[in-house]
């Protein structure tokens, strides 16, 4: 068959996205469409086979590289972390059965500020060939992946991990990945989606509020997955009174300041924030904006002293458990 090499500036998304946290049947089937959609130049592909399909690019991926040298070791890494991650899925298989030569392909990329963490990581295990998991505990960069973080929202995903670090835990050296469901209503949705494919254990964090989406996972809930309902209220509403105020006047300095005095009403944490966006005009509060600016604040300005709270330690407990 006739086709042209994988030019070098397709490796980096080619690696990342064969090493994302998706089945080997998704995310290299992508890739592989890719590849034959690209960089075959022969009208028979249409006549081929689904098997000859994934053979042709084989051939095509092995033969795009400087050297012919054929290394097997990430090729056989991504095998392993398919059984650690996900239940046995014959088409996904069929994908990681192809040689594909990755160490070859990682050798060649160039690792810059824009590069995926995974890739990044990839080239990491490539370089040093050590235990994987020992390599994500000193360098941090989150694989091999032990654990799920379940979260309603943006607000969660921008946050957790910044107010986790202020009490010393790394999710990137823990191996924990944050997904957020897109809001309560999907957090139940987004539960039983993946526990169809995934072996990984859950933690799935909720507010105090969401008792109805716990209901739905309670019954599917398996052994080794744990269920949290925020007590205090709403997952802002751990985040001290303190720290609100200084960040809504650090982020509009140029404006009017806020007053301490406006978090003492009743209600959830939430709402006395919309409440001060319209009472100071400082147009309307977007949550998921929010969080990034609280993050920057929390990154340049607090320590763990700031956010001494018995449930965050209790969540802290509660997630690291084994």
């Known amino acids: 068959m006739k086709f042209k090499k994988i030019p070098k500036e397709y490796y980096t998304r080619i690696l990342d996205i064969l090493t994302r946290f998706e089945p080997a049947c998704i995310r290299y089937k992508r890739v592989f469409d890719d590849i034959i959609n690209k960089?075959?130049?022969?009208?028979?592909?249409?006549?081929?086979?689904?098997?000859?399909?994934?053979?042709?690019?084989?051939?095509?991926?092995?033969?795009?590289?400087?050297?012919?040298?054929?290394?097997?070791?990430?090729?056989?890494?991504?095998?392993?972390?398919?059984?650690?991650?996900?239940?046995?899925?014959?088409?996904?298989y069929q994908y990681l059965s192809i040689r594909l030569n990755l160490s070859q392909m990682i050798k060649e990329v160039e690792i810059s500020n824009k590069t995926p963490k995974n890739v990044i990581w990839l080239k990491e295990?490539?370089?040093?060939r050590e235990d994987i998991t020992k390599l994500r505990q000193n360098k941090g960069l989150g694989y091999p992946i032990e654990k799920i973080?379940?979260?309603?929202?943006?607000?969660?995903?921008?946050?957790?991990?910044?107010?986790?670090?202020?009490?010393?835990?790394?999710?990137?050296?823990?191996?924990?990945?944050?997904?957020?469901?897109?809001?309560?209503?999907?957090?139940?949705?987004k539960y039983y989606s993946m526990i169809?494919?995934?072996?990984?254990?859950?933690?799935?964090?909720?507010?105090?509020?969401?008792?109805?989406?716990?209901?739905?996972?309670?019954?599917?809930?398996?052994?080794?997955?744990?269920?949290?309902?925020?007590?205090?209220?709403e997952f802002e509403d751990l985040i001290p009174s303190l720290i609100l105020y200084k960040t809504i006047n650090y982020i509009h300095k140029n404006e009017q300041n806020c007053a301490i005095e406006d978090?003492?009403?009743?209600?959830?944490?939430?709402?006395?924030?919309?409440?001060?966006?319209?009472?100071?005009?400082?147009?309307?509060?977007?949550?998921?904006?929010?969080?990034?600016?609280?993050?920057?604040?929390?990154?340049?300005?607090?320590?763990?002293?700031?956010?001494?709270?018995?449930e965050i330690v209790k969540i802290i407990l509660q997630l690291t458990k084994k």
């Open 149 to 189: 973080i379940l979260c309603e929202g943006q607000t969660e995903f921008v946050l957790l991990e910044t107010i986790f670090k202020l009490y010393n835990i790394d999710f990137n050296k823990l191996g924990c990945r944050i997904i957020p469901a897109g809001g309560k209503n999907q957090v139940a949705r």
């Open 196 to 233: 169809e494919y995934t072996k990984l254990p859950f933690f799935i964090l909720l507010d105090k509020d969401a008792y109805q989406t716990a209901q739905l996972i309670a019954p599917k809930l398996r052994s080794n997955d744990k269920l949290y309902l925020i007590q205090s209220g």
């Open 263 to 310: 978090f003492l009403i009743n209600g959830s944490m939430v709402e006395s924030l919309e409440n001060i966006y319209r009472k100071y005009g400082y147009g309307e509060f977007k949550k998921a904006q929010f969080a990034l600016w609280l993050k920057e604040y929390i990154d340049k300005f607090c320590t763990k002293e700031d956010f001494l709270s018995s």
């Open 125 to 128: 295990v490539y370089k040093n």
């Open 39 to 92: 960089f075959s130049l022969d009208d028979k592909i249409k006549n081929l086979s689904d098997n000859q399909k994934l053979y042709l690019v084989e051939e095509i991926f092995n033969n795009s590289f400087n050297s012919n040298d054929f290394d097997s070791y990430l090729h056989n890494l991504l095998f392993e972390l398919e059984d650690k991650y996900f239940f046995y899925n014959e088409e996904s």
